[in-house]
């Protein structure tokens, strides 16, 4: 039964993963959420550790959520069901796109979707923020410059990996000394 | 596309397969960070390197990679694929992909499950955990900069928020609504034309 929600779960994730990996921690955050497969700190981690591996951030945390719900198995089945719409839709498109030579009803398809994935994005991160005690008046203010020191490294072109790294040398730096 | 009919028989070969394999395994390492920074990558390769496509075609694999669900490269590298050598160059594409990942992944995996009690791994996951925050924040205003860019996508954008914050409702059917709200303004604006 596990594997056949996880198909399920990370086949919508697939197919409804509009604008790229980031676009698509909202669903999964959701789909973890409703199933209870992890607590929020780890659905957290996961994304650190997927995000600091080469490779699309979005099936290396459906490799990593399967892995850990059911194993090798769950692994393969959540990582194949998140590719598999990709699959099947660029396949439709290329037919599609063959045969009308016109591609303004993709854009203008994305024209809308890329606002509410925006919003999508923006309140996934507002949500993690505050399960991760963020956005409470007990905040360490470390946590809060961290936060904004990642953003503007981000900004500056320094790759994630870098950002990753550095932010686990400043947590070492502050809590255990 | 450039296919040279004195080639032609190399690219239904099982070795062009392959080569599509190692192609896409030596790009993999380029995808940190996800997202459009891979185009220019995949560019070089395919039509500087390999003579697969020409540089016109470009715009199309983007358009395409950007509208299908999914991630950027990994779509780019199904699109690259199927073009090339039908439904198993699509596969052998993005396997090579995913490959280096998918071993790093695991290892990854394997190491964060097994050290991850220890006191020093908590303590580099506390300084990390806010980063992601910062890390999400970061691409919602990436991808905000392309979206908000007249009134109507931004009252789409307020609107998104206002639904997730109060109705709880599911991002679904927000996207569903996105493509929908986007198609309307499309042919509204062809009638006014």
């Known amino acids: 039964m596990q594997s056949i929600l996880l198909f399920i779960e990370f086949f919508k994730i697939g197919l409804f993963g509009f604008g790229g990996g980031y676009a698509m921690i909202p669903l999964m955050d959701r789909a973890v ?4 497969w992890l607590t929020p700190e780890q659905f957290a981690d996961i994304v650190a550790v997927a995000g600091s591996a080469p490779g699309p951030i979005a099936t290396n945390s459906a490799l990593f959520i399967g892995y850990q719900t059911s194993g090798i198995g769950g692994a393969v089945i959540a990582g ?3 590719l598999l719409p990709s699959l099947i839709i660029v396949f439709l498109l290329i037919k599609v796109i063959a045969r009308y030579q016109n591609t303004s009803l993709l854009s203008s398809g994305m024209y809308g979707i890329h606002p509410v994935i925006t919003a999508l994005i923006l309140f996934a991160g507002i949500r993690m923020g505050r ?4 956005f409470s008046l007990s905040v ?4 809060l410059i961290i936060m904004a020191a990642a953003f503007i490294l981000l900004y500056k072109k320094v790759s994630p990996v870098w950002v990753v790294t550095l932010s686990g040398i400043a947590g070492i730096l502050i809590y255990h000394f | 596309m450039n296919v040279y009919p004195q080639e032609k028989e190399y690219y239904y070969s099982f070795s062009f ?3 599509l394999f190692v192609t896409f395994i030596k790009i993999s390492p380029l995808t940190f960070g996800g997202g459009l920074a891979i185009i220019p990558h995949i560019e070089s390769v395919m039509v500087e390197k390999k ?8 715009p199309r694999i983007v ?4 509208s299908t669900p999914g991630s950027i490269a990994i779509n780019a590298a199904i699109y690259i694929g199927f073009s090339l050598r039908g439904l198993s160059g699509a596969v052998a594409s993005m396997l090579g992909l995913l490959f280096p990942s998918a071993l790093i992944v695991t290892l990854l995996t394997y190491l964060f499950l097994t050290y991850h009690d220890l006191a020093i791994i908590q303590e580099a996951f506390k300084g990390i955990r806010p980063a992601i925050v910062g890390l999400i924040f970061f691409a919602a205003f990436k991808i905000g900069r392309i979206a908000l860019q007249d009134r109507l996508t931004v009252l789409v954008f307020i609107s998104a928020i206002g639904l997730l914050a109060v109705l709880d409702t599911s991002p679904l059917f927000l996207i569903a609504g996105g ?6 303004s499309y042919t509204y604006r062809c009638k006014r034309r």
């Open chain 1, 80 to 82: 194949v069901s998140t």
């Open chain 2, 179 to 184: 493509i929908l709200i986007g198609w309307i």
């Open chain 2, 17 to 19: 397969l392959f080569e």
């Open chain 2, 63 to 66: 358009t395409i990679a950007q």
């Open chain 1, 33 to 36: 959420e409703k199933h209870e």
């Open chain 2, 51 to 58: 003579n697969w496509f020409v540089k016109d075609d470009i």
């Open chain 1, 131 to 134: 399960q991760n005690g963020l």
């Open chain 1, 140 to 143: 360490e203010y470390s946590q």
